[in-house]
């Protein structure tokens, strides 16, 4: 889709400023500051308000989410990339709230049990973070590995869905 179906808003959140795209009225993005994998704002279209479709849910939402009130996400979300990286991207939103999955445990739910490697490389580009939980996938020790929003931030995710 051309970025002239394009628009994004900026909000805040417990994890600093989130920005928010969506392409042709659907959530397509949500990167945080310093978000590794982030196109420029040039490709994001027209800035809008918060308050503007489909923001407003996805707001309303996230609100909830950080509060520890939603363990489920409902926006609908568009996800642009390669068939095997929609593939991870799915078979990460069946991750349940407050697990956590291993990256070789994500590529044998798949069915590729060689393809941890490949499986990592998709779920550092979802361009849907915290809504599609690329944060539930840690290291087969259970170590914290790379997230593309920070370390730091993977952690925090990760205790407030202990709760």
Known sequence: MSTTS?????VDSPLGP???????GVLSALYMTDHR????EETFGERVPASAAPFAEVVRELTAYFAGELTEFTVPVHLEGT?????V???LLRIP???TW????????????NASRAVGLANGKNPVSIIVPCHR??????AMTGYGGGLDRKVRLLELEKK
């Open 97 to 99: 709230y407050g697990e």
């Open 6 to 10: 394009k628009q994004y808003t900026l």
């Open 102 to 113: 291993s990256y070789g445990r994500l590529a044998t739910e798949l069915g590729k049990p």
């Open 137 to 142: 996938v840690i290291g087969a020790s259970g």
């Open 83 to 87: 068939e095997f990286q929609r593939s």
């Open 89 to 91: 991207w799915d078979q």
């Open 37 to 40: 994998h982030r196109p420029g």
């Open 18 to 24: 989130l920005t928010l795209v969506s392409t042709g």
